[in-house]
């Protein structure tokens, strides 16, 4: 049999970051600048390595990778195409319904007084018989205050 290999027990790393956790900062602040001072490196480091060597992904997560890819690459197809037919139907109903809703709105506008509207307003409007009947400030012609 071969001795046992010694295997390395993070309990120690744990209780040391516990104890800087707990600790008053202005105790523990020399202790982490310092721990971050030699952790800076051998993370560039590692990072230089893991650039150098990428580690391929598991083939589980590849293949979900590939299937969410390709079902978001239908789902812009769809989209596309819905917005290219909704661009067209706005195209074609921009013509006539714009005329006729504004022509609409006229016609409402001139045609409506309001039900509850004194003499002098309805003399305005026009239903008086008496045109004089109107106050200095109201006339009965929209185009005389021009």
Do not use: W
């Amino acid at each position: 049999m071969s001795p046992r290999r010694r295997r390395f027990s993070p309990l120690p790393l744990v209780g040391l970051s516990l104890a800087l956790m707990l600790a008053p900062s202005a105790l523990s602040h020399k202790v982490r600048l310092t721990a971050l001072g030699v952790f800076t490196p051998l993370r560039r480091l590692a990072a230089a390595v893991s650039d150098v060597f990428p580690r391929p992904a598991p083939a589980g997560e590849r293949d979900i990778a590939l299937r969410e890819n390709a079902f978001l690459r239908d789902r812009v197809e769809t989209l596309a195409s819905e917005n290219a037919r909704l661009r067209d139907r706005l195209a074609q109903a921009a013509g006539s319904p714009k005329r006729a809703i504004r022509r609409q709105s006229r016609t409402a506008i001139r045609a409506s007084t309001p039900a509850s509207a004194p003499a002098s307003a309805a003399s305005a409007s026009g239903t008086a018989s008496a045109p004089s009947a109107a106050p200095a400030s109201v006339s009965a012609d929209p185009s005389a205050t021009r």
